[in-house]
C-alpha cells in the first residue's frame, strides 16, 4: 500500500514538475508598431542559461502583428541586440526597400522605419532577420514572430477567430544546444522542440487547453532546418483552411500536413463533443521519404557531420491538447467553401526560369549547396525581371536533401509537383515550396506594383544553414519604359534635383508618403514618413560623399532613383 502510494506521488511529480500552459504571444495593431529587438536569455535547461534574442517584453520570440489589408503600417523596429540585424516580412507584397533583406542592414542602436500598405490576403505569414551569413543565429536565438493579415473575405466566413481562445498561433521549432545550452545554428542533430518557445521536449510538456467546438491552429515551421509531419493521436482527421498566403478555394479533410521550414498552415480542428478528453499534436516523422531533414537518418558517407537527431524518423510528441468546455458563441460547423483564387494561366507565361540546386557532389548533405551552380553574391543580380512578367519557375533538385525553395516579393501558384498535378493542399497562394532529393516542381508567378532597379528581393533555401551559406540568389524586377509606364500609372514618378548636389536636394512628386534614402551599404540614412505634400527638401551637408539610393513611395508604388552628393 505504502509502495503504490509512492510510486503514485512519483509519478505524478514527474508528469506535473514537467508541464507548462500554451504560451500565446501578445498581439500588437496598427497602424503604428514598434518593434524593440533585444537580447535576452531563457533558463530552457539547468546550469547555464541560453543566451537569446526577442522582440518587445518577450525573452524569446515576439509579439504577433495584426494587419488588415488595405489599410497602412507604419514599424518603427529598434536594434538593441548589438549586432547589425535586418527584419524581413515574409510572405507580404511590399516595395524591395521595405522588405528587410539583407541589403537593408539596421546598425546596432540604430532604428529602421519601413512603411507600407497591406495588398495581402488573410492569412498567417511572419517576421524575422536576414543579414548576410547570421540569418540561422538570429533566428534561432529566438528573433522571430507572427503577422495575422485579416481581410473581408476571411471576415466574412463563419470562422474561428478569436485570438487565444479558438483561434491559435503555434510557432514551432526544433533546434540543438551545446554542452553550454547555447543554440547552435549549424545543429543537425536537432532535438529540443519549442511551442511558442515553451519548451515540449526531454521531459518537458506543452500543454494548450481548447474548447470543444471548432479551433483553428495558425501552424509556423520556424525551425531552422526540420522538416515537421504534423497530425493527431488517433489519426483524427481535420480541415487545411489556409496555406501561406491565403485561403484554400475549400477546406481539404486529411490526417496529416508536412510543413518545411518557413512554410505556413491554417487548420481546423472539430473538438465538439470532446470535453474532457486529451489528444496530441504528434510530428510523424517516421512516414517522411528519406532526405528531407526531419526524416530517416540517410547512411552517411564518411566524414559527413553528425545529423542523427534522435527525433529523425520517428513519431514524437508536439504538445498536449486538453479539450475544455465550449465558449459562449462556438463556431461549431466548418463552412464548405471558403475563396475562389483566381491562378495565373501558363498559356500567359512570358517565361519559363530553370532553377537548379546543385552541389560540389552528388555525396554532399551538409552544404554548400547552390542555385546554378553560384553561390549567392550580393554584388550580383540573378534575373532582371521586368514589372507585370508573369513566370514560371521551375526547380530542378539535384542534390540528396530536400531543399524549401522561398521568394520574396510575391505568392505563387504551384502548378507541377514531379510531373504531376500538386496535391489540393498545396493549390493555393504559397511562398515557400519542398522540393524532394532528385525531384522537381514547377510554379507560375506574376512580379507586379513594385519595381526598383537599386534594391533586390531574394529567393532563397529556407534552411537557414543552407541560405547563410550561399543557396540564396536576387532579382530586381524593372520598371516599364517610361511611355508604357506612365500610361498605367502616371503616379509613379518622381524627379529630383539638383543632381549631384552639395548641400540641398529637392524631390517633387505627384504623390508621396514616405521617402527613405540608403547608402551603397544599405544603411539608410534618411527616412521620413507620413509626408502630406507634393515637394520635400532635404539637407545632405553633413553626409559623407558618394551614391545614394532615394526611394520614394506612395500608397501603391516605390519608385528609386540614384544621387550623387558631392
Ligand atoms: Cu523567411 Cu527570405 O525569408
Ligand atoms: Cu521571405
Ligand atoms: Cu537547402
Not at 85 to 113: C, E, K, R, Y
Request: charge should be negative; glycine fraction near 8%; proline fraction near 7%.
Amino acid at each position: 500500500m505504502k509502495l503504490l502510494l509512492k510510486i503514485g506521488l512519483v509519478l505524478l511529480g514527474f508528469n506535473s514538475i514537467a508541464q507548462t500552459a500554451l504560451p500565446i504571444p501578445d498581439t500588437l495593431s496598427g497602424p503604428n508598431y514598434v518593434l524593440n529587438m533585444h537580447k535576452d536569455s531563457v533558463q530552457f535547461f539547468s546550469g547555464n542559461i541560453s543566451h537569446t534574442y526577442a522582440f518587445n517584453q518577450y525573452k524569446y520570440l515576439g509579439p504577433t502583428l495584426i494587419f488588415n489589408k488595405g489599410t497602412n503600417v507604419n514599424i518603427t523596429v529598434n536594434n538593441q541586440i548589438g549586432d547589425t540585424t535586418t527584419v524581413h516580412w515574409h510572405g507580404i507584397h511590399l516595395p524591395s526597400m521595405m522588405d528587410g533583406g539583407p541589403h537593408t542592414t539596421i546598425l546596432p542602436n540604430a532604428i529602421w522605419t519601413p512603411s507600407f500598405t497591406v495588398m495581402d490576403n488573410a492569412a498567417t505569414y511572419w517576421y524575422h532577420p536576414h543579414f548576410m551569413g547570421k540569418t540561422a543565429k538570429q533566428v534561432i536565438k529566438g528573433a522571430a514572430g507572427l503577422i495575422i493579415v485579416r481581410d473581408p473575405i476571411e471576415a466574412a466566413l463563419t470562422l474561428p477567430r478569436k485570438y487565444g481562445v479558438d483561434d491559435f498561433p503555434l510557432i514551432i521549432q526544433c533546434q540543438q544546444y551545446d554542452s553550454l545550452n547555447q543554440s547552435m545554428p549549424l545543429g543537425m542533430q536537432d532535438s529540443t522542440i519549442l511551442v511558442n518557445g515553451a519548451r515540449a521536449s526531454h521531459g518537458f510538456t506543452v500543454n494548450a487547453n481548447f474548447p470543444a467546438q471548432i479551433v483553428r491552429m495558425r501552424l509556423l515551421n520556424a525551425s531552422g532546418e526540420r522538416t515537421f509531419n504534423f497530425g493527431f493521436t488517433a489519426n483524427k482527421q481535420f480541415k487545411i483552411i489556409a496555406s501561406d498566403g491565403g485561403l484554400l478555394d475549400n477546406p481539404v479533410t486529411t490526417s496529416r500536413i508536412r510543413l518545411s521550414p518557413g512554410e505556413r498552415a491554417e487548420i481546423l480542428i472539430d473538438l465538439n463533443g470532446m470535453n474532457g478528453q486529451i489528444l496530441h499534436l504528434m510530428g510523424y516523422a517516421s512516414e517522411l521519404a528519406m532526405g528531407i531533414q526531419g526524416g530517416p537518418t540517410m547512411p552517411m558517407p564518411v566524414g559527413s557531420p553528425p545529423m542523427d537527431s534522435p527525433l529523425n524518423g520517428i513519431d514524437f510528441n508536439i504538445m498536449q491538447i486538453t479539450v475544455t468546455p465550449q465558449t459562449t458563441n462556438p463556431v461549431t460547423t466548418i463552412p464548405s467553401s471558403l475563396t475562389t483564387n483566381a491562378p495565373y494561366l501558363s498559356s500567359q507565361a512570358n517565361i519559363t526560369r530553370t532553377i537548379r540546386f546543385t552541389a560540389d557532389s552528388l555525396m554532399v548533405m551538409d552544404g554548400p549547396f547552390y542555385f546554378n551552380g553560384n553561390s549567392f553574391d550580393m554584388m550580383r543580380i540573378d534575373y532582371e525581371i521586368p514589372l507585370g512578367s508573369t513566370e514560371i519557375w521551375k526547380l530542378v533538385n539535384e542534390t540528396m536533401v530536400a531543399h524549401p525553395f522561398h521568394i520574396h516579393d510575391v505568392q505563387f501558384f504551384l502548378i507541377d509537383r514531379s510531373g504531376n498535378i500538386p496535391p489540393t493542399e498545396e493549390l493555393g497562394r504559397k511562398d515557400v515550396v519542398l522540393v524532394p532529393p532528385f525531384d522537381s516542381v514547377m510554379f507560375i508567378t506574376k512580379f507586379e506594383d513594385f519595381a526598383d532597379t537599386i534594391t533586390p528581393f531574394m529567393y532563397h533555401c529556407h534552411i537557414l544553414m543552407h541560405e547563410d551559406d550561399g543557396m540564396m540568389g536576387q532579382f530586381v524586377v524593372k520598371p516599364l519604359s517610361v511611355g508604357v509606364n506612365e500610361l498605367k500609372n502616371n503616379n509613379n514618378s518622381f524627379s529630383i534635383y539638383p543632381n549631384p548636389t552639395n548641400s540641398i536636394v529637392n524631390i517633387d512628386a505627384k504623390e508621396m508618403t514616405s521617402v527613405s534614402i540608403f547608402n551603397t551599404l544599405g544603411e539608410m540614412v534618411y527616412t521620413q514618413n507620413k509626408i502630406s505634400t507634393n515637394s520635400l527638401q532635404i539637407n545632405t551637408s553633413q553626409w559623407s560623399k558618394g551614391l545614394y539610393t532615394v526611394q520614394v513611395n506612395s500608397n501603391n508604388q516605390s519608385i528609386a532613383k540614384k544621387i550623387i552628393v558631392n
